[in-house]
């Protein structure tokens, strides 16, 4: 008690919500590494309840880039390719090296590389902190999927990818296959640190897939199209309190999978 808690600044240019993995690292760090954390991302979707109930933990939001108005000229894209950056470069220096306390070490969620990298490489210079960059992916491959590979801005930022990138003092990634990319081309030695989602990512239990089926009983035994096999044999109008659904049984109080139960497909988008 009293011992002051170092600090740590996780930094994502990008929707801290849709950022499972910069959640968990904010949540281990605060919780098992005992630091204060200032997480310096967008907002838009919320975050996940335990990072934002963790006293440890402050959301810092910055304000984005305009959204570009419709009708402006072509002509004006590279100007704007230019723009943007400088304008995030600066938002990053003014949160990293004015807003937040300063921390013992910063942690950058890559890519966006440009001008993530070079802006929180600065910051760890004026701060006297470290230096960790997550390897998500290479910026680069991605820009070169809207640009083209040929085009002089991929090149241009796969430079400052590769050259802050190497700067780091530490340097973390999702893949074994990334990790050996990263040694391969770059020299850059990273840990592979897979993900470990907390606690509330786990396989349903038994009665909570039978709570599931039971709320979505109605849904989908009700045909949305004449080969629905949802709703083969389906028993028309039933209450909250079903003791059988498409998938489970319940029995004297214990529940079942039914062995005759269809198979059920999750896709992540309209399929
Ligand atoms: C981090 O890297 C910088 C530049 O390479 C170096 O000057 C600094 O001493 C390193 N910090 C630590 C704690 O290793």
């Known amino acids: 008690m009293g011992k002051r808690r170092g600090r740590a600044c996780v930094v994502v240019l990008g929707d801290i919500g849709r950022s499972p993995r910069m959640q968990y690292h904010a949540l281990s760090l605060a919780r098992q590494a005992s630091l204060q954390v200032d997480i310096v991302a967008y907002g838009g979707s919320e975050p996940h309840m335990?990072?934002?109930?963790?006293?440890?933990?402050?959301?810092?939001?910055?304000?984005?880039?305009?959204?570009?108005?419709?009708?402006?000229?072509?002509?004006?894209?590279?100007?704007?390719?230019?723009?943007?950056?400088?304008?995030?470069?600066?938002?990053?220096?003014?949160?990293?090296?004015?807003?937040?306390?300063?921390?013992?070490?910063?942690?950058?969620?890559?890519?966006?590389?440009?001008?993530?990298?070079?802006?929180?490489?600065?910051?760890?210079?004026?701060?006297?902190?470290?230096?960790?960059?997550?390897?998500?992916?290479?910026?680069?491959?991605?820009?070169?999927?809207?640009?083209?590979?040929?085009?002089?801005?991929?090149?241009?930022?796969?430079?400052?990818?590769?050259?802050?990138?190497?700067?780091?003092?530490?340097?973390?990634?999702?893949?074994?296959?990334?990790?050996?990319?990263?040694?391969?081309?770059?020299?850059i030695k990273a840990i592979v640190l897979y993900d470990q989602p907390p606690e509330f990512f786990h396989p349903a239990s038994l009665e909570e897939k039978h709570k599931l089926f039971c709320r979505l009983d109605k849904v989908i035994s009700q045909p949305y199209g004449i080969r629905d096999c949802a709703s083969y044999g389906s028993i028309g109008m039933r209450n909250c309190d079903l003791t059988e659904t498409l998938f489970t049984t319940m029995a004297d109080g214990d529940i079942f999978l039914k062995p005759n139960r269809p198979a059920l497909v999750v896709s992540s988008t309209s399929w």
């Open 50 to 187: 335990a990072v934002l109930e963790n006293q440890f933990i402050n959301i810092h939001k910055m304000k984005q880039w305009p959204v570009r108005p419709h009708g402006l000229p072509k002509i004006l894209n590279p100007l704007i390719l230019l723009l943007k950056p400088l304008f995030q470069f600066f938002m990053l220096l003014w949160y990293l090296c004015v807003k937040i306390p300063a921390p013992d070490i910063f942690i950058v969620q890559n890519p966006p590389s440009v001008p993530t990298l070079v802006a929180v490489k600065w910051a760890s210079w004026l701060r006297n902190s470290m230096f960790i960059v997550d390897w998500h992916n290479f910026g680069y491959t991605l820009l070169a999927l809207s640009l083209g590979r040929s085009s002089p801005f991929v090149a241009v930022y796969r430079w400052f990818e590769r050259h802050y990138g190497r700067m780091a003092n530490g340097s973390l990634c999702v893949t074994k296959a990334m990790q050996h990319e990263l040694a391969q081309n770059w020299g």
